[in-house]
């Protein structure tokens, strides 16, 4: 099965098995990191599903939604890396994928 490399909020990082075809944040719920709350479900009106993907990792980079892309914009500390876990969308090319899951604020 496919796997991610997980940096939590505490520092550790762990790696954890996905299904292909969820949300990453769905596949973090799943890896047991509650800590990334994404309160709204998907709907990209809350941000707290807010990640740091690994620049080098597999499949990193799939292009924002012109909406992820604003409402990244508005968090205080966006980073080029910064991506909302609900609209990526794992498929087996995300294996390996490492991301952090940022401080909350
Ligand atoms: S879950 Fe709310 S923006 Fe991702």
Request: charge should be negative; glycine fraction near 12%.
């Given at each position: 099965m496919p796997h991610l490399i997980?940096?939590?909020?505490?520092g550790q990082t762990r790696r954890i098995e996905?299904?292909?075809s969820r949300a990453l944040s769905d596949a973090l719920?799943?890896?047991g990191?509650?800590?990334l709350r994404a309160l709204c479900g998907g709907c990209m009106t809350c941000a707290t599903c807010h990640v740091y993907v690994d620049p080098r990792s597999p499949a990193s980079r799939p292009?924002?939604?012109?909406l992820e892309g604003i409402v990244i914009g508005?968090?205080?500390?966006?980073?080029e890396n910064s991506r909302l876990a609900?609209?990526?969308v794992l498929t087996a090319a995300e294996d390996g994928l490492a991301l952090t899951i940022p401080p909350e604020g």
């Amino acid at each position: 099965m496919p796997h991610l490399i997980v940096t939590g909020r505490d520092g550790q990082t762990r790696r954890i098995e996905y299904r292909p075809s969820r949300a990453l944040s769905d596949a973090l719920h799943e890896g047991g990191y509650m800590e990334l709350r994404a309160l709204c479900g998907g709907c990209m009106t809350c941000a707290t599903c807010h990640v740091y993907v690994d620049p080098r990792s597999p499949a990193s980079r799939p292009p924002f939604g012109e909406l992820e892309g604003i409402v990244i914009g508005g968090l205080a500390a966006p980073r080029e890396n910064s991506r909302l876990a609900c609209q990526l969308v794992l498929t087996a090319a995300e294996d390996g994928l490492a991301l952090t899951i940022p401080p909350e604020g």
